[in-house]
């Protein structure tokens, strides 16, 4: 018989992931890049699939274009990868749920341990940077209105590729790609 009282999900490499007490063996480069590939934006709300993999990897891609060193570009490049483990809930959703938080933050700062990312990083910089692309990004993908304007301006570089869009095995490849990238610098 199976319980619940565990409180557990298994992912494609890891038979259970505890994600009310997450541990860094417990978490998976290739689960992140593989679920956040396969998680649409928007809560699935925009004329294309436009992932949260890919998403993130135009995240990364645009600190570097403005100059960020390989640790930030990094937390951009896993600034939701807690959402390969519980999946994205849309912003103006998650304000009215701020109990969400208390299980998304144990295993972003998990994440984050394992693979890096200095706690010297300003996450306003990375915040201003997802709140303009995502003006950018819905207003490519049908979903921008103008009560949307106080997030600030859209930007004009969103990646390498202009065209919103991947399949899920091309954000996924590029988003391991960008890792290893990352690691290696």
């Avoid at 259970?16 to 590939?37: A, G, M, T, V, Y």
């Avoid at 103006?92 to 998990?110: F, G, L, S």
Wanted: proline content about 5%; aromatic content about 12%.
């Amino acid at each position: 018989m199976f319980e619940y009282n565990e409180h557990f999900i298994s992912t494609m490499m890891v038979p259970k992931f505890h994600f009310l007490d997450p541990q860094e063996d417990e978490i998976e480069l290739r689960d992140i890049s593989h679920s956040l590939s396969l998680l649409c934006r928007y809560g699935g709300h925009c004329k294309i699939f436009y992932s949260v993999g890919e998403h993130c990897v135009r995240m990364a891609q645009i600190l570097k274009h403005y100059g960020a060193d390989e640790y930030y570009q990094l937390a951009a490049l896993l600034h939701d990868a807690e959402e390969a483990y519980l999946p994205d809930i849309p912003r103006p959703v998650k304000y009215v749920m701020p109990e969400a938080e208390k299980i998304y933050k144990p295993i972003r700062d998990v994440i984050y341990k394992k693979f890096g990312v200095p706690s010297t990083v300003d996450w306003a910089i990375i915040k201003d940077f997802d709140n303009r692309i995502l003006l950018t990004e819905a207003k490519q993908l049908g979903v921008w209105n103008k009560m949307w304007e106080p997030l600030g301006r859209r930007l004009r570089y969103i990646g390498e590729d202009k065209e919103l869009g991947w399949c899920p095995n091309e954000a996924e490849e590029k988003f391991e790609k960008i890792y290893e990238e990352l690691r290696r610098a």
